[in-house]
């Protein structure tokens, strides 16, 4: 029973473990963690090995126990034998003193008799204890003696009592008189004190054993704690607070965090080369470019407006790619760091002295923004925006930064903002606005452009993982929707 109280918390919590661990809903976490995996495997061993040992301990006792019970008995059988005679008349005589107040104890369970075998043998002789009680003899053939003519077995009485008999025959006198000299002991406090003793050490190997799990769980995790350095590393690195992982570390793990250095340096050089090229690049056809913009202002007319508008294009688009370039070799590492607000109340400025007929409004719901790209990036995002809502907006800007929550991310942390910029202009029908987000495309010829405005921004906020969108305006017009990453301040 006490067996049951200690360990079953610990196997049910062990069962527990195991049955998520395979089934689907944790089954791949299970595999994925280390600590988990570990401490999982020292909890199933000290289970398995305190069983081991209580079985061990327990029958080592019983054992123990149960010879030095016989070997009392034994002992006793053997001074009974001792202090009982015969009289000349043939009557079984003595006054026992076995040192054993038990036998003068009624229904106590200890008790000894000496009866007569041999038909010249008169009289009987019992402990106090035993009084008026019949103890059943088993049979010779049920129970023979051994060589020493002794033997042992177990009896219940009507009373439901069991005892251990020790039992044996002896001549008196040389006139073959014999009689049986019986002592009985009470088995059921043998096994009372083998049922303490059990239900004892079965409470300390348990306390024992759930001591050992959390202290082997201590030191698994405390063991593991350099992999979370290193983890902490990698992600100051990401965030661009650091550029190199710490090679202090034990020698399992150092040779790790050296491979990283060397593959962080190694990324490094590519991102650098890559860039270059694509600068001399970019240089290589800057003057091809500028001369054909001088050429198409000379030749003049249709040709020369042709000429000078892909000109411009071209030049658009390569400083677009750039731009591209530098993100995308950025992104996954936030190295830079721009203030949103600032930033906004500069375009809105900007945008209001270019125009002076709209009202611009802004409301800030997250003052300490900070924006996980570079300042002129977002100045960019920001600037095409404004530009397309001063050139379509009646009278209105409304400008609206607030703190959104990234799917996946933990609660509570802004990882990601929002702005949104809508004017009160004509807007767009729902079935044009995706139009309006492809490359070249112009919904309205009217107005001066190249239609790459929007798709250029869409591209950049993308490269940064966020997302631009359209919708109507409460304004009345047309409201862009910008979804940035975030980094805490």
């Known amino acids: 029973m006490v067996w049951a109280i200690v360990f079953a918390p610990i196997i049910l919590m062990a069962a527990k473990i195991k049955m998520q661990l395979f089934s689907g809903k944790v089954f791949a976490l299970g595999m994925r963690s280390l600590a988990l995996r570990v401490v999982t495997l020292s909890t199933f061993w000290v289970i398995i090995a305190l069983v081991v040992v209580a079985t061990l301990i327990q029958s080592l006792y019983r054992d123990a126990a149960e010879r030095s019970f016989q070997r009392l008995l034994s002992a006793h059988l053997y001074s009974l034998v001792g202090a009982v005679g015969l009289t000349p ?63 042992s077995y177990v009896v219940e009485t009507n009373d439901g009592e069991e005892l251990s008999v020790v039992e044996t025959e002896v001549v008196l006198d040389s006139s073959d008189k014999i009689a049986r000299f019986r ?39 405390f063991g593991l704690r350099p992999l979370d350095h290193v983890r902490r590393t990698l992600a100051d690195i990401r965030e661009g607070r650091s550029n190199r992982v710490d090679t202090d570390l034990p020698l399992e793990i150092a040779p ?20 270059t090229q694509v600068g001399n690049l970019a240089h290589s056809l800057k003057t091809p470019l500028s001369v054909l913009m001088n050429e198409g202002r000379n030749i003049g007319g249709r040709q020369g407006q042709l000429v000078s508008e892909q000109s411009d294009a071209m030049q658009v688009q390569i400083q677009h ?9 950025q992104r996954d590492s936030v190295v830079f760091r721009a203030p949103v607000t600032p930033i906004l109340e500069r375009m809105i400025r900007v945008t209001a002295k270019l125009n002076p007929h709209l009202k611009i409004t802004f409301s800030n719901h997250l003052s300490d923004a ?11 995002i920001i600037g095409n925006i404004m530009e397309n809502a001063s050139k379509w907006g009646r009278s209105k800007i409304h400008l609206n930064l607030r703190a959104v929550q990234k799917q996946g991310a933990t609660e509570g942390s802004n990882n990601a903002f929002e702005i949104l910029i809508e004017d009160d202009g004509e807007g767009l029908p729902a079935e044009k606005m995706a139009e309006a987000l492809k490359r070249g495309k112009r919904i309205d010829e009217s107005k001066p452009g190249t239609g790459l405005g929007l798709a250029i921004v869409q591209d950049t906020v993308r490269e940064y993982g966020g997302h631009l969108g359209l919708m109507q305006a409460s304004l009345g017009g047309l409201a862009v929707q910008i979804t940035l990453p975030a980094v805490a301040s």
């Open 89 to 151: 008349e043939g009557a079984l005589h003595g006054r026992p003193e076995l040192g054993e107040i038990r036998y003068a104890s009624a229904g106590s369970g200890w008790y000894w008799s000496v009866d007569p075998v041999s038909s010249n043998v008169q009289g009987h002789l019992g402990s106090v204890s035993l009084g008026a009680k019949q103890i059943p003899v088993k049979s010779v053939a049920e129970e023979p003696f051994d060589q020493a003519f002794m033997r």
């Open 183 to 221: 002592v009985m002991g009470n088995l059921n406090e043998v096994k009372a004190e083998i049922s303490d003793f059990r239900n004892t050490l079965y409470i300390y190997l348990g306390l024992f054993g759930l001591g050992s799990i959390l202290i082997n769980a201590a030191i698994i995790l």
């Open 256 to 275: 790790l965090a050296q491979e990283m250095n060397a593959l962080i340096e190694n990324n490094h050089r590519i991102i650098e080369r890559s860039r």
């Open 321 to 329: 790619y750039l731009q591209r370039a530098r993100v995308a070799a």
């Open 370 to 380: 900070i924006f996980a790209g570079e300042k002129e990036d977002l100045e960019e």
